[in-house]
């Protein structure tokens, strides 16, 4: 995440303060970048100037009524070679606090997050902060948030489209199913709506060594032997499954459909990663109205930050504050909801288009080949957040 202080050329002869917050939504390191703009007075767009500001803590969460759906993630941001990027926060203490008990769940680093067990929910109208001391010793909270009451999913279908989104890296529109909704919106309070989805999909090796090779659950070099492959993969001990995350954002209000049918409503985009069968999970989050305001913003800024003199979304006001410092910024957010679930089986074998991201391909160790001994064949399918050998519910009946 960083901070952008903005400064007007001097040929205006006065200084423009200019006051931003930025989200960092991480993928694959590269920093998403949210600019919020507060103007004093009216003047002539220019291009401004930048001053970038580094080791800015990002903290985003969420707690929920759904299993597996408690994390926080915890990260600075960094300057790389002229790249603002983020890294993540290993070694800090993270626990999600009920407000009305004062019990606290102790939440476990893992891959980059800190979950709370698979098994764990939070209950409707349950009231949570979450409290995080970094290995330095800052602490941050977040103010308390109460669960609002779940709508359920009535259906789910879903559409294969050859250019379902446009792809601004490789300039190219690429494949894949969107998936859509119905429901039915309660007339008696507003609701606001923040969708996620989960897609599981047959694991096809469970380890993978690049110049090595697997023993005893870790990877030995073998470079120096000429006759070794550049890598070896490692199937799955036991049925596997790789589950994957939405990337954007995903949102809906009932300003307008105020206890009607919502019919049709789209709610994923799901690219086209492989040919397997695969199971989409669909997560209808109903969230706070302060919360679904954050989520609009960012996703209003994002939308429009090609142009700098576009108009810009009210501030975006996160939850989080340094216990300590009430000066410090801190960017992110973190969100209690109530949800329901509903999922899909999508078939995609007799689907012509490439898929959209290469995989190495299997390459198993071999009888008689070079290698030390033993010679291995498969790896266990460790649970986390992106892999489980639990069978996804409604796997076999989709």
Request: hydrophobic share 35%; proline share 5%; with cysteine.
């Amino acid at each position: 995440m960083k901070l952008y202080q903005f400064h007007t050329p001097l040929k205006h002869k006065r200084t423009l303060t200019l006051s931003s917050t930025f989200l960092m939504r991480l993928k694959n390191s590269t920093l998403l970048g949210v600019f919020i703009v507060m103007f004093g007075s009216c003047i002539d767009p220019v291009a401004p100037e930048f001053d970038y500001i580094e080791d800015l803590v990002i903290i985003d969460g969420i707690a929920s009524t759904i299993p597996g759906n408690t994390f926080v993630s915890i990260r600075t941001s960094y300057l790389d070679y002229g790249v603002y990027k983020s890294r993540f926060v290993s070694g800090s203490r993270v626990a999600l606090i009920n407000e009305a008990s004062g019990t606290r769940l102790s939440l476990e680093e893992s891959e980059s997050q800190y979950v709370a067990p698979f098994d764990f929910v939070i209950q409707e109208a349950s009231e949570w902060y979450i409290e995080a001391t970094l290995p330095g010793g800052k602490t941050f909270k977040s103010t308390p948030e109460k669960a609002p009451i779940s709508v359920s999913i009535q259906s789910i279908d879903y559409t294969y489209k050859k250019e379902l989104e446009y792809d601004e890296i490789k300039n190219v529109y690429i494949p894949g199913h969107e998936v859509r909704i119905d429901f039915q919106d309660p007339q008696e309070i507003e609701n606001y709506y923040y969708y996620q989805y989960r897609t599981f999909e047959p694991e096809a090796y469970c380890a993978i060594c690049f110049d090595g090779v697997l023993r005893f659950g870790e990877c030995v070099s073998v470079a120096n032997n000429r006759r070794a492959l550049d890598y070896y993969t490692y199937s799955c001990s036991v049925p596997c499954w790789k589950i994957r995350y939405n990337e954007g954002i995903s949102i809906f209000d009932d300003t307008f459909t105020n206890g009607k049918d919502v019919k049709n409503l789209v709610v994923a985009n799901v690219p086209l990663y492989g040919k397997s069968k695969v199971l989409v999970e669909v997560l209808q989050l109903n969230i706070t109205e302060s919360a679904h305001k954050y989520y609009k913003t960012v996703k209003d800024v994002v939308n429009n930050n090609s142009s700098l003199n576009a108009p810009l979304p009210s501030a975006l006001i996160g939850n989080l504050y340094n216990a300590d410092d009430s000066e410090e910024a801190v960017l992110g957010r973190f969100t209690v909801a109530s949800g329901s679930t509903r999922s899909v089986s999508i078939a995609r074998d007799q689907i012509f288009e490439n898929i959209i991201r290469t995989t190495n391909l299997l390459q198993p160790e071999l009888y008689g080949a070079p290698l030390p001994a033993p010679l291995t064949y498969d790896a266990p399918c460790e649970e986390s957040r992106y892999r489980t050998a639990v069978q996804p519910l409604n796997w076999e009946n989709e």
